[in-house]
């Protein structure tokens, strides 16, 4: 666990706050490299250097921050995460966001979006214990519309909400879709460029724009704009004590940091079929007696999530 160590070694008790120590609890709500922007609990915002080089913070965190004066700050140590999104490569693990409840994947029919990006981020999701949601866009466009109807219809079979919407042409019915599901919660935006991630995050959040060149100017000029994630405040009229985090398109996601069987308990459907197979160490190819390859031979588990499970298991090894 990274984000232990300084912890350990930390003489002042993790709950110690204000005058005593001068330091202030505050959240990430930007980060870059070895750069934070961050928002203290008095609301003023700050950039801020972490001590001993540390770059294991991410948005969403919760942090012990030492006001330095002339807007910097430092920050002292980090508090636990309730949750915390990951991706991964064999090499290294990238930090997504911290410490929120939901996460909704936005996808859309035009241009196509890639399932199995959006099973690898669902499997992330729902192992790192967040609440998971699938955010249909471009529904505007008929042809955009036919084309995913089929694969939506799949994921809210398994339960997923999945909620359609036009981010571009009609953002008032897009707050009213998703605002209830947004209402009390940090919600992380994930999807591959191209989909109106951008579309919607301007649709909830009216001055995420300005919020995002208010940053970008207190990094130097022009740095980062469309690279770096983003913790905004939804207002109230669209969620009441809501936030979302903006993230970056991702066009692969890695999930070399979970283990197989992980993997294999984030599809939902194939969690009842588990343990039925005639081999303990089956991999659900072509062993006989394969209680989820029967499955989805017999139509009973949908077909294409079935075989682009064993394409992701060949990329993860
Ligand atoms: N027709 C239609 N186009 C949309 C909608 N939302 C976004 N777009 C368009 O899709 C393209 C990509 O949108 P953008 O928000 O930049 O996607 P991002 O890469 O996921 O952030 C842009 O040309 C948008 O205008 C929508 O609801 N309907
Ligand atoms: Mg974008
Ligand atoms: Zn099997």
Known sequence: MPSSDEAATDPR??????????TEPGRVLASFGRQYWLRARSRSERLAVTRGKRTDLCVGDEVELRALGAGQAVVESLHARTTLLTRSDAWRTRLIAANVDRAAVVVAGEPPFSEELLMRMLIAIETAGIEAAIVANKMDRPAAREAIAPRTAVYRSLGYPVFEVSALTDPSATRA??????????????????MGKSTLVNALVPDAQARTNAISQALGTGRHTTTFSRLFDVPAHTASDARIVDTPGFQTYGLNHL????RLHAMREFVALIGRCRFNDCTHRDEPDCAIRSAAQRGEIDGLRYRLFLQIETGEG
């Open 13 to 22: 008790p993790a709950t110690a706050t204000g005058a005593a120590t001068g």
């Open 177 to 194: 879709s998703l605002g209830d599901w947004l209402a009390g919660r940090t919600t992380v935006l994930l999807g591959e460029s191209g």
């Open 259 to 262: 283990s197989p069987s992980q």
